[in-house]
């Protein structure tokens, strides 16, 4: 069974600094798909940045970008020129897509205050 | 985008109701919908998954009986919540998606709370 784990349960920035969330997995798969979401305090689920494992570079979406290092199984979502409205929770998810429609896996959460 | 609409979005209600929450996919067709549950500050816990048009997979612990879902058409499931207790006060989310290659879309969550 896969696993997804957050070690950081909360984290604070100041304003247009950047900021670092961590997230390891583990899975015998090779083929899967790495995902971050952000839940603020409204908590919709919103999709932030998604990684397939077969590719090599990085995802990037504007002010969000991950390290993804296969091997280490390590997937941490960097986050530059915190604004105030980044703070939420942040959940990296994992899904397996090679038995069908499984459900995502997601890690405890990290809780991200940004300070003005 | 994809869009996924849930209601209702709060519910209040006595003890031994039952509350039925819908989830529809509106722009796309949902093979697969997932329900959630997530408590005050903890992550999403997967209640079950649901395919249309055949009976839905419990995660263990997840008394089949209490929370009906039913997935008739590929637009949309519904969770109903059977002679609730406040101990199933909670937050109630939904997901669907398409195929195994496309990312999931949330419904904006159910606030559930039984007095």
């Known amino acids: 069974a896969q696993t997804v784990t957050q070690s950081q349960p909360e984290m604070s920035v100041q304003e247009a600094e950047t900021v670092t969330l961590s997230c390891t997995y583990d899975?015998?798969?090779?083929?899967?798909?790495l995902f971050w979401y952000k839940q603020p305090p409204s908590r919709q689920m919103i999709l932030v940045i998604r990684?397939?494992?077969?590719?090599?570079q990085n995802a990037t979406e504007n002010r969000f970008s991950v390290n993804f290092q296969k091997a280490a199984k390590s997937f941490s979502l960097k986050i530059s020129d915190s604004q105030l409205g980044d703070t939420a929770m942040y959940f990296c998810?994992?899904?397996?897509?090679?038995?069908?429609?499984?459900?995502?896996?997601f890690g405890k959460g990290t809780r991200l205050s940004v300070i003005a | 985008g994809a869009v996924v609409s849930q209601h209702p979005s709060r519910v209040i209600c006595k003890s031994g109701t039952s509350v039925k929450i819908e989830c529809r996919s509106l722009?796309?067709?949902?093979?697969?919908m997932f329900w959630y549950r997530q408590f005050p500050k903890q992550s999403l816990m997967l209640m079950a998954t649901?395919?249309?048009?055949?009976?839905?997979?419990?995660e263990q612990g997840v008394e089949k009986d209490k929370f009906l879902i039913n997935h008739a058409s590929l637009t949309l499931s519904t969770l109903t919540v059977t002679s609730a207790h406040p101990e199933d006060s909670s937050f109630y989310i939904c997901?669907?998606?398409?195929?195994?290659?496309?990312?999931?879309?949330f419904g904006d969550g159910t606030r559930l709370s039984i007095l």
């Open positions: 998810a994992f899904m397996n897509p090679n038995s069908g429609n499984t459900p995502l896996v």
């Open positions: 649901s395919n249309e048009g055949s009976k839905a997979t419990y």
């Open positions: 722009d796309f067709q949902a093979t697969t």
């Open positions: 990684q397939e494992a077969y590719k090599q």
């Open positions: 997901s669907a998606t398409r195929n195994s290659n496309q990312p999931q879309h």
């Open positions: 899975t015998s798969e090779n083929n899967y798909y």
